[in-house]
């Protein structure tokens, strides 16, 4: 069993930045795959970021790259996710989730059933 735990979700203008962080627990990590999803009003849940744990390799959807930045802390078992240059249509619950098959290579899933956890999901929401 795996418990993922997000913080730091909250109001901001657009142009804002915010970091979230998706803790962690349950069991080691190896070379899984940590991702960040996120779902707007009435839309599906749609892929934001992921994380090789143990190789740090990433993938971007199309629509945060260059603005998002995800990361992890070994040591402290988190992975963030740093949003930067919000713009209202960033608004959403994000949720953070672990793949927990072994990812060698560069390949990193980005499809919703693909993850095997899930945290409770934080509200991120950015004002015009």
């Known amino acids: 069993q795996v418990q993922l735990v997000e913080s730091g979700g909250g109001l901001v203008q657009a142009g804002g930045s915010l970091r979230l962080s998706c803790a962690a627990s349950?069991?080691?990590?190896?070379?899984?795959?940590v991702g960040w999803f996120r779902q707007a009003p009435g839309k599906e849940r749609e892929f934001v970021a992921a994380?090789?744990?143990?190789?740090?390799?990433?993938y971007y959807a199309d629509s945060v790259k260059g603005r998002f930045t995800i990361s992890r802390d070994n040591a402290k078992n988190t992975v963030y996710l740093q949003l930067n240059s919000l713009k209202p249509e960033d608004t959403a619950v994000y949720y953070c989730?672990?793949?927990?098959?072994?990812?060698?290579?560069?390949?990193?899933?980005?499809?919703?059933?693909?993850?095997?956890?899930w945290g409770q999901g934080i509200q991120v929401t950015v004002s015009s």
């Open positions: 989730a672990v793949d927990l098959r072994y990812y060698s290579g560069s390949y990193l899933p980005n499809g919703r059933y693909e993850y095997d956890y």
């Open positions: 349950g069991r080691t990590f190896s070379s899984f795959a």
């Open positions: 994380i090789n744990w143990s190789h740090g390799n990433t």
